[in-house]
């Protein structure tokens, strides 16, 4: 099974580590021994990668501004035309950006459409961190934050940040960036996402030049040094409906950067400028906007825009870097789907934007580049996320004031892809390649799908256009600013935009060089990733011919740098041309093939490994139940027997099988299952299957058999009636099972699991409620009827109880309106409330009179151990966790005082010190639970006592006469539920073990789960008693089961839990521990995480015990069928927590493209996991393959009653 | 379908006059169902004027619940109720007095199995410490709904309620109809509340919207559910030239005396 989860884990959670380390501008990414050539010229001294071509930049993001919107087609105005039945009208979104399509033409050499392919998922905030870091998606990014969105690899913002604009030299650099400050000048406007993902280099320098005296320093030094200065306006993303608020937000704000500022002065400002600013002014949808302090005039001290330091004409000519992200088309697309009115709205307002940004840096005199690309795409509806292509296609399109991309070289361009194709094409790899990848061309077929006429005819044609990953613009964007390809980047510089220079001494050509650059950039981070780790995953061929092609290319490179030194001209010759384009080409293919090879390893599902981890889940789930049904009339050991050599042939036989289909599947692309996975899951398959098989088969005989014996038996009137109760009740229990699986079909049932559960919860006891309630008057005998009303009492308390626990919770983030947290006592508290805490005292009386209660019907409670253990030593125990936690809940209170209070240095009075006393507590109290009430367990576990008296007892309690002569009685207490006793003592120990890891309103809810257990024991025991008169044909056993799984499950929310890994207590590792130690800091949490399914599990067989006495004969004469019943029911249990897992696993899988699968979904499966392993590590091994049969073992040995009556009397005179 | 069946009922029902002064096996005549329906239906929309479910729910769900009395007020009190159409002689005997009570006891009844109801649905979920009204509220009217049918039938008697509700042994023609009424309308009460946790932001998905409307859907299932059962499948049965004996066998009338005792309908309280 561990198997099974291990595989489905590795296909479905992928995995990348998150390497920390930053590329320097002074440092070129050649290795050293590339460096030592003495052609390397470029290297060790430069700063600069690559010289800046453009000064600035305009990053602007169109969020969901797809490949189609921007693209421009004559047809389509004339497409207006009626095909019999159905019209096909110019679509709202096609043709609404004209501005693009007149400078395309305008000016070829200054802009450049592509189309832009994302990496799903397509979800603004993924893609934006692929978009800034060059890095492929993956969800658990190992070694990254869980908590925290901000993003720690290396990204352009942060090259920016640290980077100094002009001369560098390699020492000092270093140094700078240790003094912070910002290096260009930044502006950011537009979507938070942003300012999440960069908390630290989006922050608005505004307070810092206001109060920093050493800004305007004037020395050459600080200008050396320049500090950058930044203005951040984030706007709210979330609201969907809001389609102009942060389009509002970001242009009306552009202005002050891309306009000169006004002046008073009439004869200064530009009839020109200031008709742009009306048009800017008139963008604004809601005016009210105009009205923010940003918009007063500079001398206003409310406006933060501009400082003593950054005065309004610095704002205009001193940036370096516009960031401008604007919602509306995501928006509209997400409200009103593309086909609305509103999103031609929006697309115009954007193209007149666009307009107006590339008025502006015409105008300018430094080299400006225009950005302007979609995150992600949108589909038919015009939502996001998936991989469709729709979605994945966005748009790319660039402008600068200057050209950049001439004819000679886009004819180069060309002959260099195609080369790149035709090598890509010849490359045993290809299948790993995706289209896109392979291919540079696109065609727009977007644009015409949606004038395809019923006959198929398309009324518009395809347009053929160039295609880059997203990622690419990454390099792209940092060389053709001067700036360092961030660390971790993958991407590929495009081509047009370095194919037009030469640079260097030498002259060679640009693209080469940056190419170059690139690939060494990426070699690097390869080397480095499968330095850090073993375990990379990468496979060795992968490896091998990505060695082959860096380093044919760095040949063939040397070759070419040869031929240029001896040949000054060899630049303008056109075979050298030609030579360098075939390098080139193959840097590209180097590039390109990386980037196919690790977006199908770290960006793709892996299906197979999937369905593998499913079946063999499955598996578990089905041999489970099997071995519950046949358990029960076969002994374990016979089963053992009959299956253990069957399921080691088949473990044997389809590991070596799964090795060759995995060795075909390899070599076919299909999956990149590893020889380790496949030898695993054949084993666990094979293993699992023929257990299976064996099984059943048995089952068919049992069946087989019991057909022929069942006539016999037919039953009592009465007894049919229990059996309906029983079969009703199992039904019940199956339908709540699979409610509480089809629940993971939808995250808010996912993330309302805990009012699912109590609801299921609540259902399957009211079932037994009725049942309790039938079985009243159905019951014959007194004591029937007695057992029926108990089981009737028993349920209706267990009712109350669940909803008392249901009250305890702490609320996800996604329930939040409708939800208020009350673990911690106050619903904004995070350390319990002390009056929680005292209340949690009660809890030390509570439990042990409620044990002790259920003791005295079979008068166990006389005995030894429980006097000794459960009266004193448990309320000891728990006395001691109880106080350790009132102390704890006074020093958090205090602290927080203290925190809230904190002007005032805190006196060191008030800081009381309760912590040692605290660790001496919470130490004590696990060591007499384990030091003292284990050990009298393992010493003595019975709970067994010989009372002489002359009175005879009307006790239930089983009345033995002596063989002597006396007039007195020998009574043995506790012999009726002798088994039961002593394992309850068991759970005891265990429950005060847990209890001192609880939060106060923890440890409440745990100490009446351990309240319910008992109760749901007895209430099923008497059940079976008023019902099934004892007969083990029908079973109850399911029923029960499931009601304590369900239980576990309330209660593992009522200890506040969520299935969500910010809910884990983190602050009870420290319990008892004075210094971080991981291993048992680890335990405690997980003690504290899981205790109610620790516990439950622990509780499963006493569900069989229960009331067994002490001279059972059906015991005495088969103690294996007993240890059967146990493992039956364990089986049960275990198979309802697989189920659940196996549900959860299912679904994440299936919803692995879900917009909130790494929200909800895929946690819920993570946590399912370790549920599952402890649950049935606990039961397996500590319930029943220790405890219980520790206790059948010394029940049996020591279970001649007479010989034990005979030394007590002995004793007793 | 209950309206189609009367006439056929009508010409057996008629002619029995020799045996009024004997408890006669009565045949049931539907009116009960029409007017449920009917009424159920008026209570589901008719307060919609002038009141907003989604903004006061508790108020609406007062008003349908007293629709829904009114209906079972008028049944009761013309003691036509469940098959005693015939018994007219039983009817003339009682006094108006005796009639009121009736009606009160109907209601207080109801009332009663209301509030521990609203205890199930606090146990199920339903929050505990605010919406008081509106909790109180839609049990009255899923009392109604559920539980009055089995109040009138079945009358005071947990042995009755017991084999009515929770058995599978044959059942006479009263324990159908209680049994019909109160399982549809609970169960699909109880699936109603699969709408409460989703996450579409409706306004009918406020507490306690879905548990009710779920009852009133349930009613109407349970409407078809028992002319299915207590008209269509004993007439389909029944041949027409049989003896009266055989039809008063068929029928299966419980003997007088289970029905004049019935007494302190609150003990309904243990069935919820």
Redesign the interface.
Known sequence: MAVGFWLFSNGFLLTRMVLSDHSTASVLPFSKSALAKPDGSAAGAACEWYPAKFERAIVLVVDAMRADFVTWSDEIGMVDSEDGQHKIRPKPYHNRMPVINSLNTKFPEQTMLYRFRADPPTTTLQRLKGLTTGQLPTFIDAGSNFAGSAINEDNWLQAMRWQSLYACNGTESSKESATGGYKRNLVFLGDDTWISLFPEELSDTHAIEANDTLWNEQSEIARGKRRGWARVRPFPSLNVWDLDTVDDGVLSRLPLFLLPPETSDERINNPEISAERKLWHQLVKQQGMLAHPDFLSSSSAENTMVTKNVGAEQLHSDWDVIIAHGLGVDHCGHRFGPDHPAISQKLAQMNQAIELIVQAISRSDKPTALYVFGDHGMDSKGDHGGDSPREVDAALWTYSNVKWNTHEASGRIDRVLETAESILGNLSLTDVLDGDLRSSWWLNTHLSDDYRMKDGKLLVEPVKMRSVPQIDLVSTLTMSLGLHIPFNNLGAVIPEFFASDSSGPDSEWGLIRALRLNAAQVMRYLEKYMDSSKSHGFSSEAVQSWRDMYNSAETSYRELADLAAHNPNAHQQSHVMLFEESVAAQYYAFLRVVLGTLRQMWAQFDSVLIIAGLCIIVEVLVALVLLYLVLRHDSLDYIVGISWKTGLGGAVAAAIAARSVAHIANSKALSHITQLEATAFGTAAGLVGASILVISLRLVQQCRGEEAGSVAKDSVDDQG?GR?IAYTLNAVALVMAVIHCLAFT????TF?ED??V??LV??LT?AVV?AA??ST?LSSSDQQKAAGYRALVCSLVI??L??IA??STVCRE?QLPGCTPTFYGAPSASISSTALAVLNGSMVWLVPYVIQHFLRRSRSDQAMLPKLWVNVGMRICMGMAAVYWILDSIDGTLASEAAASASAPSSPSSKSDWSELRLVLARMSVGIAIGGGFAAWVASPFCIDVAVTTVPSANRAAKLPTTQTTKQAAIILGFGNAYGAAYLMLVSVVFCVLYTFQQPMGGIMLSMLLVKLVLCVEMFDSLRDATLNGSSETSLVPAQMTLMALLAYLDYFATGHQFTLVSIQWSTAFVGVREMQLILCGAIVVLNTFGSFILTSICVPLAVLWNESLGSQRLRLAPNAYIARVTGAASIFAAYIVLVSASTAAFAAWFRRHLMVWKIFAPRFMFSVPVVLLSCTVLFAAAIGFATIRVLRLGLSVGDAQAIVAQKIGQVR | MPAKKTPAAEPLTVGSSEYDSKMYPVEPNGIELMLGGMFSAMALVSPRRGLNLYESPAKYLCVSATVLFGYYAILTFADIYCFKVTDSQRRRTRTLGSRFTAVLKMGLATLASALVLSIVFVLFGAPIFSQHGETYMAAVNVSFLAVTPAILTLKADIGAWRKALLSLQPKTLPEKWAAGFFWCTMVTCWAGAYFVPMDWGRPWQRWPIPIVGGAFLGYLIGLMFVAIRCFVIPLGRADFNETERQKREMTRQPPPTARSADQGSSETKKLK
């Not at chain 1, 939808?746 to 049932?749: A, I, L, V």
Request: aromatic residues 20%; positive net charge.
């Open positions: 009636s309906f939808s995250n808010s049932f309302n009012s699912i109590l609801y609540q259902t009211l009725l309630f039938k008057r009712l109350v669940n909803r249901s009250y996604e």
